[in-house]
């Protein structure tokens, strides 16, 4: 069976709060430090931006989730598709799960006209920098052990970072 994408709905956030916290461990420093948290951050994002808080599921089971906001005002570029969150279920990794979410959300950012896509990313998640690198994401900027990185949304040339 497929992966599924599909919107969140609000009533799963306690589910997906569970997901997160399964994501981060090893990486606990730059998660949320608990259950409780995690559900406020899922709240808070879902909140912001609805339609792109987006749940791929594998035989009606969720396993990853992104959370991508094409409204984000950036103080250098505008307004950006910021992605807050891309995460997929540790059991589930290496199955194009994170490719397939981040395709909808830049498509998300695409169709509102941004031409930035930017994140943040912790400096001691060289696995999750160096996959981003692979997609065209590149280092801006840095605060404190957080790396910023962001790549164009133009659909002719994805690795482009002009």
Known sequence: MGIRIRPVREEELDELARLYMRAYRGLERYGEPSQEEAEAYLGWLYTGCPEGFLVAELAGRPVGFVAADPGWRSRNQGEVLELHELLVDPKFRGQGIA?????EALRLGRARGRKWACLWVGEGNTV???WYERLGFREVGRWGEWIRMRRPLRENNPRSTG
């Open 99 to 103: 490719r397939a979410l981040m395709e």
């Open 128 to 130: 999750a920098r160096r």
